[in-house]
Every structure is written in C-alpha cells, then in structure tokens.
C-alpha cells in the first residue's frame, strides 16, 4: 500500500500562486507515474496534470498550461504543483494520485485525501 498526504493548499487571491505537495509513503517505488485531479463542487473530477517515474514526461490539461507546473523529488517521494495566476475557475479540492497515467482518474491506484484550494476575485 502506498499512502499520499497533500499539503499546502489554502486561501488566495486571483492572480495569486500556490505550492502544493503530496508525499508518498509505504510501499513507495519512485519508478512510478504521479498526477494531479481536482474537482469543483458540483462537478465531475479532472485531470490537472501528471509527471512520468523520472520528470522527464509531463502532462497538462489547457486550462492550466503555462500557469501550472509539475516536478517531482524522488529522493524525498514527493510530487508538487507550482500554480501560478490563479483563477477563481480554479477553485476546488485538489487531489495527487499515484501508479497510473493519463486523464482518466480510474487508471490510478492510490489516492491523496485532497487539499481545499479556493480563488477568491
């Protein structure tokens, strides 16, 4: 079993940055592809990102391409996401997930609890 634990999500304002981190543990294995969903309320989760085993492939959907940017730290099993000129459409629970890849949230194994990101205008 692998076990993610999110962090760093919080309050901002639009045009405001975030970093959030999800670090990996149990059963880790850096070889192995990580992303990030997140879902509004309301609505269906989505695909954010993901980052292949060493960082050199990564993914994003558009409406975050170039204001989100993924990277992983294998030494210290954790994954970040540097978001950028936020948005108030950027509002949601933020979730990292683990062994899979892809936009499809059921090609993932394991699941963070979430980080509650809100945009405020």
């Known amino acids: 079993q692998v076990q993610l634990v999110e962090s760093g999500g919080g309050l901002v304002q639009a045009g405001g940055s975030l970093r959030l981190s999800c670090t990996a543990s149990?059963?880790?294995?850096?070889?192995?592809?990580m992303g990030w969903f997140r879902q509004a309320p309301g609505k269906e989760r989505e695909f954010v990102t993901a980052i292949n085993w060493n960082g050199g492939n990564t993914y994003y959907t558009d409406s975050v391409k170039g204001r989100f940017t993924i990277s992983r730290d294998n030494a210290k099993n954790t994954v970040y996401l540097q978001m950028n000129s936020l948005k108030p459409e950027d509002t949601a629970v933020y979730y990292c997930?683990?062994?899979?890849?892809?936009?499809?949230?059921?090609?993932?194994?394991?699941w963070g609890q979430g980080t509650q990101v809100t945009v405020s205008s």
């Open positions: 997930a683990a062994r899979g890849w892809g936009t499809d949230a059921r090609d993932y194994a394991y």
């Open positions: 149990g059963r880790t294995d850096s070889r192995y592809a």
